[in-house]
């Protein structure tokens, strides 16, 4: 039993630019955002997919829509999104600071747990649902993060410590296996 996920980040939105963390809140794609989503097309091979998952947030519909609509059907699912910042939602990136929120919600908000907790529900769905099935992931960063803590075993402050976005290192998907 296993499944193969490849995960994708929304493209960049109009708060990335402003410094600004969107949260739970709908958030708009930039016109980059909108150019890496198309761009992404070209970066990967659609038809390996055999099922394509994003959060239900706006900017992670809008770069699933760029990148597989009219190729794949799209599902979805509220246990993709982002980490509820509470008071937080649409602040300052300043303000947003996981490893102070992994066990402590934020403000009128959630924790990392609590995001590993809704991840590790969709995973278990996956398993039970698309078993032996490559999957495709558009969402954005704290569920990624959740994945590498459930599905690689590393800690919570090691996967924050060592995410790409602090290095820049950006690539057209993250490979992740259930099993």
Not at 69 to 82: A, H, P, Y
Request: aromatic share 12%.
């Amino acid at each position: 039993m296993a499944v193969k996920i490849t995960y994708f980040v929304h493209g960049t939105t109009l708060d990335n630019i402003e410094h600004k963390s969107t949260g739970w809140l709908p958030g708009e794609l930039s016109q980059k955002g909108i150019e890496q989503s198309i761009a992404l097309k070209e970066q990967i091979n659609i038809d390996k997919f055999d099922a394509v998952f994003c959060s239900d947030l706006k900017r992670a519909v809008d770069s699933a829509s760029y990148t597989f609509e009219g190729i794949k059907n799209i599902i979805q699912d509220k246990r993709l999104r982002e980490c509820n910042y509470g008071e937080y939602n649409g602040e300052d990136t300043k303000l947003v600071i996981y490893e102070e929120h992994i066990c402590e919600k934020f403000p009128d908000g959630e924790c990392m747990l609590d995001v590993e907790k809704r991840l590790q529900e969709f995973c278990k769905f996956l398993l039970e649902n698309y078993d032996g099935k490559h999957i495709a992931i558009v969402a954005h960063r704290a569920p990624q993060l959740a994945l590498q803590v459930i599905l690689e075993g590393k800690s919570w402050e090691e996967v924050i410590n060592k995410d790409w976005r602090k290095t820049k290192s950006w690539q057209p998907g993250w490979e992740y296996y259930i099993k």
